[in-house]
């Protein structure tokens, strides 16, 4: 894979795949199972109805996390999956949850699933839905930002699974119109983000709520030390089934650009014009920023969304479905389209700016590179930044291509890759409104297939690129 302006390639080992985590209790090294993977889904033994689903959904092979999960759940088994999103974790819960419910025939509430955001949500309740069209299962949502009136009306034909957000799931208990008593099957997704400090709280009331005689099984690409304590609390004599947590995928070309906060936006114009490509999500820190660079995208041209927490539902749902049918190109966001959110030919990631921690570092660039397609994931980088930085490298266990483009930057990157400014204040002084001079002539630009992203580029897009390799290696020989 070559670089659009770095001078070296990068030596990244790849991701090792499956790999063996400090155990548990149980672990499971899936690689152990490869010759499981020629087998279909029928040796689950899983019955007509569910594999119906399986085939309207056109899945012909399991995948890994499904070799492992999907015997130890028929089992009755906990689980602890940890696996980037996009490696078919959700079908390796629901599709045993939707056997099991065949088998029990229950008129109640007996699944739960805990999602941290709506869309999430809603993609989840999406595939449980394909899945299961065959059988009597039914799912609903429950999450804010809508109507409560009509999951309280939902609610009362009593689906057997319920995917919630855990803040409108304690409302609607304390009206009584949910009961948690008859749920035997507890997921949790993203568990990682559910057992920190800002949703404990609600999931740990959830948790008492549910019986204890249950089966309990966790999700997350990432699983801290501390919070995997934790989560071996909730859960019981766990099978963990690691994919390489952590790791991104090997499929992802990551760069990083220093740049200057008020250059912010024309850099991200200038990439953005820079070649065809399929679709991208920019993730910015604060709500304001994402509909500020959305609305400064689209008055230059490109077809642009923001996603934010401060939208109405409505707004969101637009922003989502417009982005994967292919009406927007390019979703800015905040971190709520960091986690879960599974939409194919996402070529681009750009961290407009720096994520709060590597961990979300991981997340939101595991919305590209997805299904083995190449991705490319590039990072904003202002001096304030350099100590995250370190600390992203010390976690991916590599250092970052940096890429310097003079124009953009008026930064310099030390021989150790440290980023400085070389005009005091000019680094951090607020990013102006974009002039016309810095808009890119993005009108006439149609989002491109993704064959493999960079076998279908332009000559347009190779001239263009090769000026800006050029460019790049001699600005980044002057500076080491
Ligand atoms: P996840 O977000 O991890 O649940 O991954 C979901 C994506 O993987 C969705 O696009 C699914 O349609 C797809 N998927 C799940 N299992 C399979 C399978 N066995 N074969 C092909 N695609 C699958």
């Given at each position: 894979m070559s670089h659009l302006c770095c001078t070296g390639r990068h030596s990244d080992p790849p991701c090792a795949g499956a790999s063996i985590a400090r155990p548990i209790k149980k672990e499971t090294?899936?690689?152990?199972?490869?010759?499981?993977?020629?087998?279909?889904?029928?040796a689950f033994g899983l019955g007509p109805s569910v594999l119906r689903g399986i085939d309207f959904a056109g899945y012909e092979t399991p995948r890994p996390i499904q070799l492992e999960t999907i015997p130890a759940v028929l089992d009755g088994a906990d689980v602890m999956g940890l696996a980037q999103t996009g490696t078919g974790k959700t079908a390796a819960f629901a599709l045993p949850i939707l056997e099991q419910l065949m088998a029990r025939?229950?008129?109640?509430?007996s699944v739960l699933v805990l999602a941290p955001t709506r869309e999430l949500a809603t993609q989840i309740h999406t595939e449980v839905t394909d899945l299961g069209q065959f059988t009597r299962a039914k799912s609903i949502t429950v999450y804010g930002g809508v109507s409560i009136k009509r999951q309280i009306e939902a609610l009362r034909r009593k689906p057997q699974i319920v995917v919630a957000c855990p803040g409108r799931l304690l409302d609607l208990h304390r009206q009584g119109a949910?009961?948690?008593?008859?749920?035997?099957t507890l997921v949790i997704d993203e568990a990682d983000h559910m057992l920190d400090l800002g949703f404990l709280p609600d999931v740990k009331a959830i948790i008492d709520l549910v019986p204890t005689k249950r089966q309990t099984m966790m999700f997350s690409a990432t699983m801290p030390p501390e919070i995997r304590k934790l989560a071996n609390d909730v859960l019981n004599d766990p099978l963990v089934v690691d994919l390489g947590n952590s790791k991104v995928v090997s499929t992802v070309e990551h760069e990083i650009y220093p740049v200057s906060q008020r250059n912010k936006l024309s850099l991200l114009q200038h990439l953005l014009g820079e070649a065809p490509f399929y679709s991208a999500i920019v993730f910015t820190r604060t709500k304001h920023r994402a509909t500020r660079i959305a609305r400064q995208l689209r008055n230059s041209g490109f077809d642009s969304a923001a996603l934010q927490g401060n939208m109405s539902q409505l707004q969101r749902d637009k922003a989502m479905q417009g982005f994967r049918d292919g009406k927007f190109q390019i979703l800015v966001a905040?971190?709520?389209?960091?986690?879960?959110i599974d939409i194919a030919n996402v070529t681009y990631v750009i961290n407009y700016d720096f994520p709060n921690t590597p961990d979300a570092y991981i997340h939101r660039i595991?919305?590209?590179?997805?299904?083995?397609q190449e991705g490319r994931a590039f990072t904003f980088v202002i001096p304030d930044d350099e100590p995250a930085v370190r600390a992203l490298e010390k976690k991916l266990g590599k250092r970052v291509n940096r890429c310097v483009l003079p124009e953009f930057a008026e930064l310099k990157v030390t021989e150790d890759g440290k980023v400085t400014s070389t005009q005091p204040g000019a680094a951090s002084a607020p990013e102006p409104a974009p002039s016309e001079a810095t808009?890119?002539?993005?009108?006439?630009r149609k989002r491109r297939p993704?064959?493999?992203?960079?076998?279908?580029?332009?000559s347009r897009g190779r001239r263009s690129r090769a000026r800006h390799r050029k460019h790049a290696s001699r600005s980044t020989r002057s500076q080491p």
């Open positions: 090294d899936i690689t152990s199972a490869t010759p499981a993977a020629t087998r279909g889904f029928d025939k229950t008129r109640s509430t949910i009961k948690l008593d008859q749920v035997d905040t971190d709520i389209a960091a986690r879960g595991g919305r590209t590179g997805r299904s083995e808009r890119g002539n993005a009108g006439d993704p064959k493999g992203h960079r076998g279908h580029q332009t």
